[in-house]
């Protein structure tokens, strides 16, 4: 019988189950990249260019705010207000209210949540529904999919393109409008955006921010804009938030994520702000899933806030050191994937860059799968046989297009520079083999 | 003036009348400093010091402020299976038979969305936690709830009423479970009671599991929190109950650190996988430092197992005095409260102060008397309202300072 398990019992006879126990809303979400490729990097103890967080330290500032919020004593320890902590959406109104040009109303715009990713989860659960269209641009960080597939929507995909000639930037990816336009629907709710874009590293720029907005006022569509990057843009590149074009404040959620704000993943703390009109069924599905979050976290990072706002713009800023920091890795990685025949894409902003591995030859053995892509294989081959993590780019297309894009790698360079020289190392090994 | 098209963004169905939560009602009332504050469940005693020492160090390590295992950080699922491996006398897979959440809470949610779905039932006992509902209605299953009755006290009895005097009607229970019930949710020891279900009364419930091949969701927050002459038992242990049970816990009420919001579910591989499917796909990771904090704890206090200076044994011996002497302060007033067997709160019937009931007295209670308290039919369904409406729910995990100034107000009532 489908779905029946058999236990053995330890009384003697078996113990039947015999009607399928999960929900139907798993079904097709249970794989997952990260958990097979993190276990493979750990078990060949690969140099991990793979997933995306920093190996170094957070700032010295924010772990000191961290420290101070722990002893803080009295109520430090217990719950604070279910959807943010006072000084936290204070600071966070406050800042992005200047970013975005619009007034933000810290107990009704702004929701904190358990990382940028919680964040997402409200959104879609609050404002997905069985048969809502929402668009995706590929490729995508991973989640988009299975968080709409787990709330009844239908994924609609629209392909970022390399545009014709060298293709050495993540500015050379870029939408076409009217394919863009011909994936809007009656029944499109959302389009998701990522900007600065993971894997590509793409910065939109305002004109393309413009393209997507004018299409979500004329079907009167949800934007998600995923900005957990939103700091770290190189060359000049400038970040733009598509809440603050005209017309778009009252239709957009925009996500954030202190982890890579301030370089410590493991905080998980984020927010999604946007009119209150949206924020408050955001706020509906966490007050019914996880209802608060830690506090002093929250604390720590309301700190860390307002000690950047208080300098924003000037050179004693992390919001401007770690990117000139950023800018110098991204180059040095991208200098000794050439040199193993990799092509990398540079990106504008954001953790990673891609790397095209048409031009190169490896030799997969028996133990790496002829059927899986040959991104996958050269993924697998790099960490047994070189010892160096990197993630398959077809893992952020839907499973159609994943088979037309096979020659793209994801490397993230916001690692120490011990952990890239290692990297140069096996590439410059590698290309003395040659 | 930015002016676009009027949207009409509707929210997704799912949520469709879930909006509504008493907390935040209530927290917003009680936060007034001047308010004596025995409404909300949460501690104002400091935690243990090791326990925050540990969050402390964790913090200044570098590689602890990045993410860790998705379904747990190694140090807390194997903390955690040592600890409930003990406890439940079997060995626990620390990877496949535990899921780290965010709090009790979180566990609830994964549980709810990996097992529960539309056309399930799920069985809930009243008086309830109060997000059961909304969680199994998010989950688009129906509610079908059964009420704790008070049993007729002897009237020969000498001593006052216990949570223990209030239980389940056997033929009642049964007759709540269909082809369609998927699970029965128990909390014990119970919030807001205080009761603790006997062997008995946990094995007449795993029998109907069993018959009718449904899950248990058994929330066991307070479980440390059981006061002399009670002993705290997991349905789980139950012949036949381990492969179709989850079991919740939570650090904050375990080390008084409400705040932390980190939790674990425990159970069989072939069930704690779909939770871990739903965690994967909603937080993905819990906070590291906070979860390598909470491991060193355990650590500790799993050493100590048994034994007086373990914190879960001093933490209930030091709330049981503060039980008996809340419940002393409401009898001194002419009350009769409910002496609960565990937890950290106590339910008293509040006619004796002459006043109207329900939502309507707490409300003035807080604004007139400065004292915070929770209606106890926040706990429970519209048909029982009358049941309980006389009833309010008074948390006394406080320092002898708030008590005292409790005791100043209920003593001066009449004033």
């Known amino acids: 019988m489908e779905g029946t398990i058999c236990m053995p019992s330890r009384y003697g006879r078996p113990i039947i189950m015999s009607r399928q126990m999960h929900a139907r809303r798993l079904e097709g979400i249970d794989k997952n990249i990260w958990v097979e490729f993190t276990q493979l990097a750990a078990d060949y103890q690969a140099v991990n260019l793979g997933q995306g967080f920093p190996d170094f330290a957070p700032p010295k500032f924010l772990q000191e705010a961290f420290c101070k919020a722990v002893s803080g004593g009295g109520l430090m320890h217990q719950y604070t207000r279910a959807f943010g902590h006072p000084s936290l959406v204070t600071i966070l109104a406050q800042l992005f209210g200047r970013l975005v040009g619009h007034e933000i109303q810290p107990l009704e715009d702004v929701l904190v949540t358990i990382g940028a990713y919680q964040a997402l989860f409200c959104t879609f659960q609050a404002l997905v529904d069985e048969g809502d269209e929402v668009i995706i641009i590929e490729p995508f960080f991973d989640c988009y999919q299975p968080m709409v597939k787990m709330a009844g929507g239908k994924q609609v995909y629209m392909p970022l393109r390399p545009r014709g000639g060298s293709n050495l930037s993540s500015g050379d990816w870029v939408l076409c409008a009217e394919e863009l336009a011909s994936k809007f629907t009656a029944k499109t709710k959302a389009i998701v955006i990522n900007t600065p874009n993971n894997p590509t590293g793409k910065v939109y720029k305002t004109e393309e921010l413009q393209v997507i907005a004018d299409l979500c006022i004329k079907h009167d569509v949800v934007c998600i804009s995923d900005e957990v990057y939103e700091w770290l843009t190189y060359d000049g590149a400038k970040h733009v938030k598509i809440a603050s074009l005209a017309g778009m404040w009252e239709r957009t959620v925009t996500i954030g994520s202190a982890g890579k704000t301030f370089s410590a993943t493991g905080l998980k703390v984020g927010w999604a702000i946007g009119p209150s009109r949206l924020i408050k069924h955001l706020k509906t599905v966490h007050q019914n899933s996880i209802y608060h979050c830690p506090t002093a976290a929250q604390v720590a990072v309301a700190e860390g806030f307002q000690t950047e706002y208080d300098r924003l713009g000037h050179p004693e800023s992390y919001f401007q050191q770690l990117p000139t920091l950023f800018t110098h890795k991204r180059n040095k990685l991208a200098a000794c994937l050439e040199i193993a025949g990799l092509r990398p894409t540079l990106p504008e902003g954001g953790y990673f860059m891609i790397a095209d591995i048409s031009s190169v030859s490896f030799d997969s053995d028996d133990s790496i799968s002829q059927d899986e892509p040959l991104d996958y294989r050269f993924v697998k081959w790099l960490i047994k046989k070189k010892g160096l993590a990197a993630i398959p780019v077809s893992a952020f297309y839907s499973p159609e297009h994943g088979k037309e894009v096979q020659n793209y790698v994801r490397f993230c360079f916001t690692k120490e520079d011990s952990t890239l020289n290692a990297a140069e190392d096996i590439m410059k090994k590698w290309a003395s083999e040659k | ?415």
């Open chain 2, 1 to 415: 003036m930015l002016q676009g098209i009027m949207s009409t963004h509707t929210n997704a169905k799912r949520i469709e009348g879930l909006d509504h939560n008493i907390w935040v009602a209530l927290t917003g009332l009680a936060a007034d400093p001047s308010v004596v504050n025995l409404g909300q469940g949460f501690p104002d005693l400091p935690p243990p010091s090791y326990i925050t020492a540990a969050l402390a160090k964790a913090v200044s390590v570098d590689r602890m402020n990045q993410y860790t295992r998705s379904f747990g950080h190694p140090a807390l699922v194997n903390a955690l299976s040592q600890v409930y491996g003990k406890v439940c006398e079997r060995p626990i897979d620390p990877l496949k038979e535990v899921l780290v959440t965010v709090g009790g809470y979180g566990s609830l949610f994964c549980t709810m969305q990996a097992l529960v779905e539309e056309g399930d039932e799920v069985i809930i006992i009243e008086p309830y936690f109060d997000c059961y509902i909304p969680m199994v209605k998010m989950a688009g299953a129906t509610p079908v709830l059964i009420s704790l009755k008070l049993v007729k006290p002897n009237p020969k009895k000498q001593s006052g009423l216990t949570s223990a005097d209030w239980v389940l009607d056997p033929e009642e229970l049964a007759s709540k479970f269909t082809s369609r019930t998927k699970a029965i949710i128990i909390n014990t020891p119970n919030n807001p009671t205080g009761k603790i279900f006997t062997r008995d009364e946990l094995q007449m419930i795993s029998d109907l599991c069993i018959k009718h091949d449904a899950l248990c969701f058994s929330d066991e927050v307070y479980e440390w929190l059981t006061y002399k002459g009670h002993q705290h038992i997991k349905i789980a242990t139950l012949p036949g109950m381990w492969e179709r049970t989850i079991t919740i816990g939570s650090a904050g009420k375990t080390f008084s650190v409400t705040g932390w919001k980190l939790g674990w579910s425990i159970g069989p591989e072939h069930l704690v996988k779909h939770l871990q499917t739903v965690m994967q796909n909603t937080i993905y990771t819990c906070s590291t430092p906070l979860q390598e904090a909470v491991a060193q704890g355990l650590v500790r206090d799993y050493e100590r197992l048994g034994q007086p200076d373990c914190y879960f044994s001093s933490l209930a011996a030091e709330l049981e005095d503060k039980r008996d002497r809340m419940a002393a302060i409401l009898r001194e007033a002419g009350m009769n409260p409910i002496l609960p067997e565990g937890g950290y709160f106590i339910i008293v019937d509040v006619t004796p102060l002459n006043e109207a009931y329900d939502l309507k007295f707490v409300k003035w209670m807080i604004k007139e008397k400065k004292l915070a308290a929770i209606p106890v039919t926040a706990f429970c369904g519209e048909a029982s309202r009358s049941r309980f409406e006389k009833y309010i729910r008074l948390c006394f995990i406080k320092r002898d300072e708030t008590l005292d100034a409790a005791e100043d107000i209920i003593r001066n009532w009449k004033n």
